[in-house]
């Protein structure tokens, strides 16, 4: 019995390692999503206020254009909705609400 409690022991450590490192891995990957689709975002207003014609996957980014456009819709929603409202989402939180289905 004593054995079966150190491997036991030895077992459950090694489940807690490694749910930490997924943990871990899983927040740099939604880090790194958010930010390539802010970065996406950016380069879709400009090419859409200038009209150039644009395709994400042309640059490696997932996203479509139609969901950029979607996202850009909502993204001027918030900033019109914030107007005037004392609560306020930082750029953090919006980027990984609007990153959220891509993740």
């Known amino acids: 019995m004593h054995t079966y409690?150190?491997?036991?022991?030895?077992?459950n450590r090694m489940i807690q390692s490694t749910?930490?490192?997924?943990?871990e891995i899983q927040a740099k990957?939604?880090?790194e999503t958010a930010v390539h689709f802010r970065i996406a975002?950016?380069?879709?207003?400009y090419n859409?206020?200038?009209?150039i014609a644009w395709d994400p996957?042309?640059?490696g980014f997932v996203f479509s254009s139609a969901l950029l456009d979607r996202k850009m819709n909502l993204l001027c929603r918030f900033g019109?909705?914030?107007?005037?409202?004392?609560?306020?989402?930082t750029d953090d939180e919006i980027d990984a609400f609007m990153a959220k289905d891509i993740m």
């Open 48 to 51: 859409k206020e200038n009209q």
């Open 41 to 45: 975002c950016i380069l879709y207003t």
């Open 29 to 31: 990957r939604k880090r």
């Open 19 to 23: 749910l930490k490192t997924l943990a």
């Open 5 to 11: 409690s150190i491997y036991d022991q030895r077992f």
């Open 80 to 89: 019109n909705a914030n107007k005037g409202c004392n609560d306020h989402a």
């Open 57 to 59: 996957a042309d640059d």
